[in-house]
């Protein structure tokens, strides 16, 4: 019923920048919050940023001043703005956003995520 779809990830150089977007589709009735997570190899998911309807910001300590989340509610996209990439930023990110769809409770939906690799 509803579906997250990312784009943007890739290779780029240390101190290189990147842009991720996340478009919701759907029978989407209203989108809460909306975030990003990272999964470096042998890790564990990370919470990245979140940024909720009313356009509030949360981030992880280590992108502070570096990483900038953003969206736009009348297309359903998050986007998340990546400057100076470190070597340990490389990770697979995934988008997250908690959805109403019609009369239902909200729920925490998921992409597929989109690798970021961050090297010479």
């Known amino acids: 019923q509803v579906q997250l779809v990312e784009s943007g990830g890739g290779l780029v150089q240390p101190g290189g920048s990147l842009r991720l977007s996340c478009a919701a589709s759907?029978?989407?009735?209203?989108?809460?919050?909306m975030g990003w997570y990272c999964q470096a190899p042998g890790k564990e998911r990370e919470l990245v940023a979140t940024?909720?309807?009313?356009?509030?910001?949360n981030y992880l300590d280590s992108v502070k001043g570096r990483f900038t989340i953003s969206r736009d509610n009348a297309k359903n996209t998050v986007y998340l703005q990546m400057n100076s990439l470190k070597p340990e930023d490389t990770a697979v990110y995934y988008c997250?956003?908690?959805?109403?769809?019609?009369?239902?409770?909200?729920?925490?939906?998921w992409g597929k995520g989109t690798l970021v690799t961050v090297s010479p």
């Open positions: 997250n956003a908690n959805i109403k769809i019609l009369r239902l409770d909200p729920m925490d939906y």
């Open positions: 759907g029978r989407i009735s209203s989108i809460n919050r």
């Open positions: 940024i909720t309807s009313g356009s509030s910001t």
